[in-house]
Nanobody, 124 residues
Framework: QVQLVESGGGLVQAGGSLRLACVAS????????VGWFRQAPGKEREFVAS????????DYADSVKGRFTLSRDNSKNTVYLLMHSLKPEDTAVYYC?????????????????WGQGTQVTVSS
C-alpha cells in the first residue's frame, strides 16, 4: 500500500498553467504505475493521464493531449502533472492514484490507492 498526497491546485485564468504534484510515501513507489483522474461537479470521475513505472510510457486523454505533460521522479517519490493552456472545462478535483497493474491504466478500478484530491479552478 502507498499513501498519496496531491498539491498544486488553485485558481487560474483560462490560458494559464499549473503544476500538480503527487507525493507518495513508502520506498517502493517505483513499482507503481500512476494515474491522474478528475471529477467535475455533477460528473463522473474521468481519466486524465497515466505514467508507467519507467517514467517514459505515458498516456493522455484526448481532451488534454498536447496541453498536459506527466513526469515522475522516483528518487523523490513524486509524479508531476504540468498543465498548460487551461480551459474552464478543466475545472475539477484532480486525483492521483497508484496501481500495481501493467495495463489498462485508463480504468479507475485498476488503482488500489488514491490521494485526497486537489481542486483546480479555471476562470474564463
Amino acid at each position: 500500500q502507498v499513501q498519496l498526497v496531491e498539491s498544486g491546485g488553485g485558481l487560474v485564468q483560462a490560458g494559464g498553467s499549473l503544476r500538480l504534484a503527487c507525493v507518495a510515501s513508502g520506498r517502493i513507489f517505483s513499482t507503481y504505475g500512476v494515474g491522474w483522474f478528475r471529477q467535475a461537479p455533477g460528473k463522473e470521475r474521468e481519466f486524465v493521464a497515466s505514467i508507467a513505472r519507467n517514467g517514459v510510457t505515458t498516456d493522455y486523454a484526448d481532451s488534454v493531449k498536447g496541453r498536459f505533460t506527466l513526469s515522475r521522479d522516483n528518487s523523490k517519490n513524486t509524479v508531476y502533472l504540468l498543465m498548460h493552456s487551461l480551459k474552464p472545462e478543466d475545472t475539477a478535483v484532480y486525483y492521483c492514484a497508484a496501481t500495481l497493474y501493467y495495463s489498462n491504466f485508463r480504468v479507475s478500478d485498476r488503482y488500489s490507492d488514491w490521494g485526497q484530491g486537489t481542486q483546480v479552478t479555471v476562470s474564463s
